[in-house]
Every structure is written in C-alpha cells, then in structure tokens.
C-alpha cells in the first residue's frame, strides 16, 4: 500500500496482518480522492475506521489540514503511529484508540469537513456512525460523508432514515462508496 498522489506520493505504508482488517485499495482510494479533491484543501478529514491510516494520510499528502485517525485496534495504532511516524504527518494528525461512538461523543469539538466510514463489512456502524455525527452536530451542509461498503442497498436503505441525501455512488469490484450530505435544512 502506497500513498497515491500529493507531498508524499509513493511513500510505502506499513498494513495490519491478517483477516480483520481490509485495507482500502490503492484504486479505489485514488479514485475516491479525485472525486472530492477539490474539497480537500485545509480540510478537516476524520477517517473513522482507520486501520493503517492510509485515507487520512492521503488527505493530509493531498493538502488536509488535519487528519483524525481512529480505530479501536490495539495493532491498528500501533501501524497509524509507524506511517504517521514515516510521513512525518505528526502535527497534522489526532490519533485515538477508541469505539468510534466514543470518539464522536467525547473528543471531536469542531465541524469536520470531510468523513471517511469504512467499518468491518456486516455491521450496521456505517449507520450509526452517520447517525452520532448529525445528533452530535459534527458535519453540517458543506460537509462530505463517504462511506465504503460491500452491502450498498442494505446501507442505503438504512441510512435514508435520517436526515441524509445521498449524492453520488461509485462501484468498484466489491467494494461501493455511498456520498452523502446533510440535508440543508432551508
């Protein structure tokens, strides 16, 4: 794994060992970093389940002001300190270790501009984590929500119980990414 373009293009990531984890391919990140890198620039990126910290690292390589990078995996943090460490991104990076409900509930204070939800495939926390981030009032209009899932209309299905719209989906091989945004409220 590599990161694709910006200030630290081609710079190789350490990845997590074995089954529990699923890295966002290359493509696929660069595919999904084309869309919205107009959107990037002094940005505030969380990526929720972050694994290796590739995505949040590709947003700061890509102009992000800061990068959010949580997961709940003891081994994940310990391989988004060693490419955090690699890219020398440390003072535009917050690492937690921590469920994503806690995160979103205690530490994050400030609007985020963009959010990356890539949650273990056959769970729900892709909805719940849209849900905490509109009752906790992180992600306004302006805000992207992106979401990458094997299970496209079963998550589509859910999250249009909120007050969502969804603007874009993408399709590659397995893996779907959903765009949503809040829906204005005018």
Not at 110 to 134: M, R, S, W
């Amino acid at each position: 794994m590599r990161i694709v373009s910006g200030k630290f293009r081609g710079t190789k990531l350490e990845t997590l060992l074995g089954e529990n984890t699923r890295p966002t391919l290359d493509r696929v990140r660069e595919s999904l970093f084309n869309i919205i890198q107009m959107e990037i620039k002094d940005s505030i990126f969380l990526d929720m389940f972050s694994g290796s910290g590739a995505c949040g690292l590709e947003a700061i390589s890509r102009g992000a002001k800061k990068a959010i990078l949580c997961d709940s995996s003891k081994e994940a943090i310990r391989v988004i300190r060693k490419n955090v460490a690699k890219t020398r991104a440390e003072d535009k990076t917050e690492i937690y270790q921590m469920p994503f409900e806690t995160l979103l509930r205690t530490k994050i204070k400030e609007n985020l501009d963009i959010v990356f939800i890539d949650p273990p495939y056959k769970t729900d926390y892709a909805y719940q984590g849209v849900k905490l981030l509109i009752e906790q009032k992180l992600v306004n209009e302006e805000s992207i929500i992106i979401i990458e899932t094997d299970e496209e209309e079963k998550v589509k299905e859910k999250i249009q119980k909120l007050d969502i719209e969804i603007t874009d989906t993408r399709k590659y091989g397995r893996a779907h990414l959903i765009f949503l945004k809040v829906k204005d409220k005018n």
